[in-house]
């Protein structure tokens, strides 16, 4: 069951950033290898984004998985859309599709 309040934490995070990415660890020192792989590729366009560390909120980590309808961690949000996981954003880095929905955002 969702948590309001926290839901509307999440909700508050993923409105008020461009790009922000819900992951274990933080872009520094991710604390496991699909958050590690999804902070490369968002390193590799050189803009600024945020991060929210659900290791260090436990309600975050559990209802950040309601919030999207999706079940796993990392979780790569743009524009206020969610975009995907790590495969969703490796996949999307690879074929050119990510970088457009990146510019979009950092020019706003």
Request: with cysteine.
């Amino acid at each position: 069951m969702a948590n309001t309040d926290v839901m509307a934490q999440i909700d508050e995070q993923v409105k008020k950033h461009k790009i922000v990415i819900f992951m274990k660890g933080t872009p520094s020192f991710p604390m496991c290898g699909f958050s590690a792989a999804t902070v490369q590729v968002l390193d590799s366009y050189n803009v600024p984004y945020a991060s929210v560390n659900v290791l260090e909120n436990p309600a975050i980590r559990e209802n950040i998985k309601h919030y999207s309808s999706w079940p796993t961690i990392p979780q790569v949000y743009i524009n206020g859309e969610f975009v995907g996981g790590c495969d969703i954003v490796r996949e999307m880095h690879a074929n050119g599709e990510l970088e457009p929905l990146i510019q979009a955002a950092v020019k706003e």
